[in-house]
């Protein structure tokens, strides 16, 4: 007789089930013929007469089971989805809060104002990771240079004499939000992922972010294509918060706003160089 799992049974259940084979093995009846009665293995009838033997009848009512799938999330469905809402609705500033752009500890900020919920930055990540706002890994791999830009390599006269000796480099990238391949789920119903729907529940959203060489990121989220004085105003606030010029490499940028690049190193003389990465 197959054994079952008795993992899959009710609490209800599960208790019976345990009181019954006990008291057959109280009762004389061998530990093996029990566990072919009821369908478990001889390994899970001696356990539960141990934990009879030590505990009594408390040893019988299963323990309290760990989180269903959807549940080891620290944010319920419907405050992940308020908080992509006032990231893609404005910069932390706009928002009452001491930052000029998006990063994990302004996010950990966030969700601890709003809902009294502790974030550690690694889980900040892996939230952003799976609404998919920022792709951390992928850029990674394009500044190790084992992925190659979108964006193919060209020079532009004076932007690579203009690589500047005393600033921080960046790594830039504008990406949006992968539209999964069944938009007609909910993004935030159990067991779902928030990815699941995004566009039709966010809006076309658009992230323009910046990675350092020690992995600090800091980003922007829009609804809709930035233009180019969205553009330039997310480099503004970059350079602010960072207190400092700007040696930017571009990993990923869509072609048809290729141009809005070029303009920075004019726009911003001495405080902005721009490269691309090869492709």
């Known amino acids: 007789m197959a054994t079952r ?15 019954r084979a006990v008291a057959a093995v109280e009762a004389g009846v061998t530990r093996s ?25 408390e040893a019988f009512r299963p323990k309290r089971r760990g989180r269903r799938p959807g549940e080891q999330f620290a944010l319920s469905p419907a405050q992940q989805a ?42 900040v990540s892996q939230y952003l990771i799976r ?12 500044m190790r240079g084992r992925v190659t830009s ?17 600033a ?5 990238a504008w990406t949006r939000p992968h539209r999964p391949p069944d938009s007609r789920r909910g993004p935030v119903a159990s067991k779902q992922n928030l990815m699941t729907g995004f566009r039709d529940y966010f809006g076309d959203v658009n992230v323009m972010l910046a990675m350092s060489n020690r992995g600090m990121v800091f980003f922007q989220a829009r609804r809709g294509p930035f233009d180019t004085g969205q ?20 990993c990923a940028w869509p072609l048809p706003h290729y141009e809005i690049l070029h303009t920075w190193p004019e726009r911003y003389p001495g405080r902005i160089g721009v490269r691309f990465t090869l492709g």
């Not at 609490?11 to 089930?17: N, Q, R, V």
């Not at 609404?131 to 394009?142: F, K």
């Not at 553009?231 to 207190?243: I, K, S």
């Open 33 to 57: 013929e029990v566990a072919r009665l009821f369908g478990v293995s001889r390994k899970t009838v001696g356990a539960w007469v141990a934990a009879y033997q030590k505990d009594g009848d």
């Open 82 to 123: 308020n908080t992509v809402k006032t990231i893609v609705d404005g910069t932390p500033d706009q928002h009452g809060m001491p930052h000029r752009l998006w990063t994990r500890q302004a996010i950990a900020e966030l969700v601890n104002r709003e809902f009294g919920i502790l974030l550690s930055p690694p889980t």
């Open 5 to 19: 799992d008795a993992r899959s049974l009710s609490a209800e259940a599960l208790e019976e089930l345990r009181r």
């Open 131 to 142: 609404w998919g706002l920022i792709e951390e890994p992928r850029l990674l791999e394009m």
């Open 150 to 166: 979108v964006v193919p390599r060209q020079r532009t006269p004076g932007v690579d004499d203009d690589w500047l000796a005393d």
């Open 168 to 172: 921080d480099v960046m790594w830039l």
């Open 231 to 250: 553009a330039a105003e997310f480099v503004e606030r970059l350079m602010a918060q960072l207190g400092r010029g700007l040696n930017i490499v571009v």
